[in-house]
């Protein structure tokens, strides 16, 4: 049988498989995530199986609606309030679990909080589907590079997952925002797809945790999102033999491809992951990139471009 198929002809199917334990690559608006059913500890095993994730790294819980959310979540004010703004959409709240929340224990990796968010498309529906939320971090082996379309997850995990639903480009093309609403000043634990100056506004100041202390997001390793030839961020020197350039508006060289030819940073966040996959792809030698400006979507792209240049060293 196929195993990627159109996500609106998919569905029935992917419930099926989903029930039974099984894994399925479902797009959201952010990146394809790899799904299970977050209540069958089975299952969930076969997403860190399938990824070679550490199992101290937890996972986030995908819901269609805050009332389902908070089967699993305690939510504030502040929860609320972001929630009703931002939801469905690229923002993952942090709060503290519920008492019998009958989630596998593997999904929350120990911790006392779990991580929610309310994506758009197939991905809630299969969540009403199934009444259950479904544990899916992006469809990517562990510390590759997060896939944006479904032809990314074919190419990286192939059958370790039993069906993949293709709904085309995700729109966003980085990973949701993840804030933390664990302690009583909110902390941005990742950016994201979601511009933070939106949530600022909402939850008052957002605290950045410094890069690498082991605070609460333990998946936030430095190395991380790493092409297999080495990156170099920031590129402004002659180009080396074998180097090919990623560029941003009017920055660009050949031989490469242009993140965004207008300068807009959400369409460079949008064709980021899969233009890096691109490049790392093509034979080059090694991926020059353009400076990015910090704004709006600027910082995220930032953020994932220095993981990807300190991982690609290793
Ligand atoms: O856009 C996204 O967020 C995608 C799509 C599929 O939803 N998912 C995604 O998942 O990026 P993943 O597993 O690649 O990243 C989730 C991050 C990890 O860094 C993990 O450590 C953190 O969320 N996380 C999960 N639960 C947490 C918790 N209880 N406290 C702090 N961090 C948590
Ligand atoms: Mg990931």
Same mark, same amino acid.
């Given at each position: 049988m196929?195993? *990627?198929?159109? /996500?609106? +002809?998919?569905m029935?199917? %992917?419930a099926?498989?989903l029930? =039974? #334990?099984g894994?399925?690559a479902v797009p959201?608006?952010?990146?394809?995530g790899l799904?299970?059913d977050a209540t069958?500890a089975?299952?969930?095993?076969g997403?860190y199986?399938?990824?070679?994730?550490?199992?101290?790294?937890p996972?986030i819980?995908?819901?269609?609606?805050?009332?389902m959310?908070q089967?699993?979540?305690?939510?504030?004010?502040?929860a609320h309030?972001?929630?009703?703004?931002f939801w469905?959409?690229?923002l993952?709240?942090v709060?503290p679990?519920?008492?019998n929340?009958?989630?596998a224990p593997?999904?929350?990796?120990g911790?006392?909080?779990v991580?929610?968010?309310q994506p758009?498309?197939?991905?809630?529906? *299969?969540?009403? /589907?199934? +009444?259950?939320?479904?544990a %899916?971090?992006?469809a990517?082996s =562990? #510390?590759?590079?997060?896939?944006t379309?479904?032809?990314?997850?074919?190419?990286?995990?192939?059958?370790?997952?039993?069906l993949?639903l293709d709904n085309?480009?995700c729109?966003?093309g980085l990973?949701s925002t993840?804030?933390?609403l664990?302690?009583d000043t909110?902390?941005?634990?990742?950016?994201?797809?979601?511009d933070?100056?939106?949530?600022?506004g909402i939850v008052?100041?957002?605290?950045n945790p410094?890069?690498?202390?082991?605070?609460?997001?333990?998946?936030m390793?430095s190395?991380h999102?790493?092409?297999?030839?080495?990156?170099l961020?920031d590129f402004a020197?002659?180009?080396?033999?074998?180097m090919?350039?990623?560029?941003f508006g009017?920055t660009?060289r050949?031989p490469?491809?242009n993140?965004s030819?207008?300068g807009?940073?959400?369409e460079?966040?949008?064709n980021?992951?899969a233009m890096?996959q691109e490049l790392?792809?093509s034979g080059a030698?090694?991926?020059g990139?353009?400076a990015?400006?910090?704004?709006?979507l600027?910082?995220?792209?930032?953020?994932r471009?220095?993981?990807a240049a300190?991982?690609?060293?290793?």
């Amino acid at each position: 049988m196929e195993h *990627l198929v159109n /996500a609106a +002809d998919g569905m029935k199917r %992917a419930a099926a498989i989903l029930r =039974s #334990g099984g894994l399925v690559a479902v797009p959201t608006e952010t990146v394809y995530g790899l799904a299970a059913d977050a209540t069958n500890a089975d299952a969930v095993a076969g997403i860190y199986a399938a990824k070679g994730r550490p199992s101290f790294n937890p996972l986030i819980i995908h819901v269609d609606s805050v009332a389902m959310a908070q089967r699993y979540g305690r939510f504030d004010g502040r929860a609320h309030r972001l929630a009703e703004h931002f939801w469905p959409g690229p923002l993952t709240l942090v709060v503290p679990l519920t008492e019998n929340h009958g989630l596998a224990p593997a999904v929350t990796a120990g911790l006392n909080s779990v991580a929610i968010r309310q994506p758009s498309g197939p991905m809630a529906a *299969l969540a009403t /589907a199934m +009444d259950h939320p479904l544990a %899916a971090p992006s469809a990517n082996s =562990s #510390g590759r590079v997060s896939p944006t379309m479904a032809q990314h997850v074919a190419a990286d995990l192939g059958t370790k997952v039993d069906l993949i639903l293709d709904n085309g480009p995700c729109p966003v093309g980085l990973e949701s925002t993840i804030i933390s609403l664990v302690a009583d000043t909110a902390i941005l634990l990742r950016e994201g797809g979601l511009d933070r100056s939106f949530a600022a506004g909402i939850v008052g100041p957002l605290i950045n945790p410094k890069p690498d202390a082991h605070v609460a997001a333990p998946g936030m390793l430095s190395a991380h999102y790493a092409p297999r030839i080495p990156l170099l961020k920031d590129f402004a020197k002659p180009m080396p033999e074998g180097m090919v350039f990623l560029g941003f508006g009017e920055t660009m060289r050949e031989p490469g491809l242009n993140l965004s030819p207008s300068g807009d940073v959400k369409e460079a966040a949008h064709n980021l992951f899969a233009m890096l996959q691109e490049l790392d792809r093509s034979g080059a030698r090694s991926i020059g990139v353009a400076a990015i400006p910090h704004h709006g979507l600027g910082a995220a792209i930032n953020d994932r471009l220095q993981r990807a240049a300190h991982g690609s060293k290793e």
